[in-house]
Every structure is written in structure tokens, then in C-alpha cells.
């Protein structure tokens, strides 16, 4: 089993910043891909931004340049920048895990969630 705890959330006005992070215990023996996805109530949960084991990241069009994505692996973190925050970025934003748990090399996991809302 993977537990992930994001932190970081809040309110924030348009054009402000915020720092998520989204800390990785248990059984993480290997990532394949670690990320960030959003979501908002009666739609679906979207991509943010990942992250590779080899460090390649990707982002949704809608972030691209204002979002940035990290990862510490010796500390099995992962980090979301996220700057120029419009109105439309409020969201319950999900850490995502994807790897090797010991037992699944295409193991899954999700952390609770962190609300985020930008004020207009």
C-alpha cells in the first residue's frame, strides 16, 4: 500500500500563487509516474500535471507556463508551483501515484484531495 497526504491548499486571489505538496509512504519501491488532477463537483477528475520517474513532466494546455511540477525522490515528494491563478484553476487537486507497490507493477494510488480556491 502507497499513502499520499497532499498539503498546501487554500485561498488565493486571481494572479496569486500557491505551493502544493504531496508526500509518498508505504510501499513505494518504484514510480513509474507521479502527478497532480483536479477536480470540480459534476465533472470529471482532469490531469494537472505529471511527472515521470525519468523526470519527464506533463502538463494540461490550460496550465502549461504557469503550473510547474517537481519531484524529490530520495523524500518520495512531489511538488505542484502553481502561479498566475485564475478563478477556473478552483478544484479538489488529487496527488496521484502510479509504480511498483511490491505486489502491482501498475499499482494505483490516490491522496484525499486539498481545495483549492481562487478568488476573482
Known amino acids: 500500500q502507497v499513502q499520499l497526504v497532499e498539503s498546501g491548499g487554500g485561498l488565493v486571489q486571481t494572479g496569486g500563487s500557491l505551493g502544493l505538496s504531496c508526500a509518498a509512504s508505504?510501499?513505494?519501491?518504484?514510480?513509474?509516474?507521479i502527478g497532480w488532477y483536479r477536480q470540480v463537483p459534476g465533472k470529471q477528475r482532469e490531469l494537472v500535471a505529471t511527472?515521470?520517474?525519468?523526470?519527464?513532466?506533463n502538463y494540461a494546455d490550460s496550465v502549461e507556463g504557469r503550473f510547474t511540477i517537481s519531484s524529490d525522490n530520495t523524500k518520495n515528494m512531489v511538488y505542484l508551483q502553481m502561479n498566475s491563478l485564475k478563478p477556473e484553476d478552483t478544484a479538489v487537486y488529487y496527488c496521484?501515484?502510479?509504480?511498483?507497490?511490491?505486489?502491482?507493477?501498475?499499482?494505483?494510488?490516490w491522496g484525499q484531495g486539498t481545495q483549492v480556491t481562487v478568488s476573482s
Open positions: 508505504g510501499s513505494t519501491f518504484r514510480f513509474n509516474e
Open positions: 496521484n501515484w502510479r509504480g511498483f507497490d511490491g505486489s502491482n507493477w501498475n499499482s494505483d494510488y
Open positions: 511527472i515521470s520517474s525519468g523526470g519527464r513532466t
